[in-house]
């Protein structure tokens, strides 16, 4: 019984090889080591033999890194979607989720590699680290916390770790699998020449300087009128009394995305033509337009495959029925249902705060 487990863990983890090199593209470069019943230990087989970086998953140099900054409730869920399906592309969606939720002061951070940061500790310069190391395709300093979210399998790719994670639970020590893991993750995503993160947990200026450490980093800067992401924003219940009430939520929401905005004007005369603002009612409005103009920023391919994807999630009538779901039945129909549903008192509010964000993007236009 237990030789019979260990073989069919052998035949999950070589087919989990086979998808790893299809979808990198390198059949052509596959080990010719003869796999023996040795190479399994505590019913797993040695993945991470197979996959050092060294042997086979190297990249050109040409990598493009892709951070998608925005906001909760501004389209980034659909945005992030649009811009996976770029060829060979490698998404992580919100990596920062379950770390922003711990307490900096007394949550310890323990990394893939085995080691850990006891707190204190800056959660801005955290993320910046794990950023870089995900953009770099070095899992193995990645915290565990964000390896084990669940949103990592919103990436056609990153959802290879936790498929990797059930397929070994029980079979070795978690920390060890982990490990194994992570450095499957990091082979695919040496492999991928487009490296796509999206987050709406960080400021412009906590990333400024990745722009200099990473010479290929593009940032596309989500913003949705600021009226729609409020009113979004509400009926998740993000603007209680306990937060401030209505003029809460929008002087904290407001004066983020005007830091953002100033930023941005400074870093695009430093880094021209490396940071893109775009408008989510452009992409639910014109979506096949805008994608490609999304696509010609990073320097991807607007394939039909994509072009075809991007229909059928915006236009093609397709039902959605959740919160952070990317298809739209038709996306254009709802980018100012805001506009007939909003309490006038509340629009009045935004109106007020966010007078300069409303103004500087036409969003009355």
């Not at 397929?167 to 920390?175: E, V």
């Not at 450490?213 to 998740?236: C, E, G, M, W, Y």
């Not at 920023?297 to 990317?326: D, K, L, R, S, W």
């Not at 629009?347 to 964000?357: A, G, P």
């Amino acid at each position: 019984m237990v030789m019979k487990k260990q073989y069919v863990v052998l035949f999950a983890g070589v087919l989990l090889l086979f998808v790893i090199f299809s979808m990198s593209g390198v059949h052509d470069r596959m080990p010719t080591t003869t796999l023996q019943p040795s190479d399994i230990s505590s019913g797993i087989m040695n993945i991470a033999r197979y996959l050092k970086p060294d042997f086979v998953f190297r990249g050109t140099g040409n990598e493009v890194q892709v951070l998608l900054l925005t906001y909760m409730r501004s389209g980034s869920s659909l945005t992030g979607d649009i811009l996976q399906h770029s060829p060979g592309a490698f998404y992580i969606y919100e990596p920062f989720r379950s770390l922003g939720h711990k307490n900096s002061s007394t949550f310890t951070i323990e990394f893939a590699n085995g080691t850990s940061r006891a707190p204190p500790y800056n959660f801005a310069e955290v993320a910046y680290d794990n950023l870089y190391n995900w953009f770099t395709c070095n899992m193995t300093n990645i915290p565990n916390i964000g390896l084990n979210d669940g949103f990592l399998k919103k990436g056609l790719k990153s959802r290879l770790y936790p498929i990797c994670m059930n397929d070994i639970k029980g079979d070795m020590d978690p920390k060890n699998g982990i490990n194994i893991c992570a450095r499957q993750l990091q082979a695919v995503c040496k492999n991928s020449p487009f490296r796509i993160i999206k987050t709406i947990r960080l400021l412009m200026r906590d990333i400024k300087n990745l722009l200099e450490d990473l010479p290929n980093l593009k940032i596309i800067h989500l913003v949705r009128d600021p009226r729609a992401t409020l009113f979004s924003q509400s009926k998740l219940g993000k603007c209680g009394e306990k937060k401030g009430g209505r003029p809460g939520c929008t002087n904290r929401f407001c004066t983020r995305v005007e830091l953002d905005v100033l930023e941005e004007e400074k870093l695009s005369k430093k880094y021209p033509g490396r940071i893109m603002p775009v408008f989510y009612q452009d992409i639910a409005k014109e979506p096949l337009k805008t994608s490609q103009k999304l696509y010609d920023f990073i320097g991807a391919e607007f394939t039909q495959a994509a072009q075809e994807y991007v229909y059928n999630i915006t236009m093609a009538g397709n039902p959605n029925n959740c919160a952070i779901c990317t298809t739209r039945s038709n996306s254009s129909e709802h980018i100012d249902t805001w506009k007939e549903r909003m309490d006038p008192l509340f629009r009045e509010i935004v109106n007020e705060r966010c007078n300069y964000i409303i103004q500087r993007y036409n969003f009355d236009k």
